[in-house]
C-alpha cells in the first residue's frame, strides 16, 4: 500500500489529458496542455495522438530538459519537426514494449468504436508505464474497447467526459472490470464533460478500487 501512496503521490492532472508523472527518480509528462511557466523537468514525454488538445509543441517544449525524449505515434512521425527543442524521438505503434530515459512502457490501442473522432486505423495510442513495479495505465482518448478490457495495471487514468471518449459510467464500468488498485479520471472539466464527471466515475466503482480525483 505505501508503494500504492507513493506512485498516487507522484501523478498530477493538470487540465484534460495533461498528466505529470514522478516515480523511481524520473519525471514523464503524457500530454502536457496549459502548462503555467518553463518547468523542463521532463526526462521524456509522451503523446497519444495528434488532437490538438493532446499534441501541443509549445507546451512539450515547456517540459522538455535538455537530451529528453518525446515518444509519439508512428503515425505522427513528421509532426515532431513542429517542437523546437534539442530531444530524442521514439516512435511507437500500437501492442508494442519500449524504454525511453530509463521508463519501462507498453502501448496499447485508443480508439473509438462507433464515433469518427479517433479512428482505429490510426493507430493511436494509450501507454503503461511500468514504475517501481507497478503498471500505470493512461488510457487516451479511447472508448471501452475489447483492448482496453484486457489491459492489465494497478492504476488506470481515463477519460470519463463522454463525445470523444468514454462517459464517467462507461470508464466507470470498464475500470470495475479490469479491477486496478486505483483510478483516476481524465479529459473532463474543461474542453469537453462536465466539473462534476469525475466525481460521478468515481462513485460508480466498485468497493476494493481506489478513485481518485487529481485535477487541478
Known sequence: MDQLNEILNGIAVNTQ????????????????LEIAGEPRDAD??????????????????????????LVLPESMADRA???????????????????????????????NRLKPFHPKKNRWVGYILVRDGIRIWIAGDTDATPEAASVKCGVALVPVGG???MTAS???????????????PTHYGTIVGKAEDGSRFLSLLDPGIRGELRLG
Open 81 to 111: 519537426g513542429e517542437v523546437p527543442g534539442n530531444f530524442s524521438v521514439l516512435t511507437v505503434v500500437p501492442d508494442g514494449q519500449y524504454e525511453a530515459a530509463g521508463v519501462s512502457f507498453e502501448t496499447a490501442p485508443a480508439y
Open 44 to 69: 521524456a514525454v509522451f503523446v497519444t495522438h495528434a488532437h490538438g488538445d493532446h499534441f501541443s509543441p509549445a507546451d512539450i517544449a515547456k517540459v522538455m530538459k535538455d537530451g529528453a525524449v
Open 17 to 32: 489529458s495533461s498528466i505529470r508523472i514522478t516515480a523511481g527518480g524520473r519525471t514523464v509528462y503524457v500530454d502536457p
Open 170 to 184: 462507461e470508464a466507470a464500468a470498464l475500470v470495475n472490470r479490469i479491477r486496478p488498485a486505483a483510478a483516476i
Open 163 to 165: 463525445t470523444y471518449t
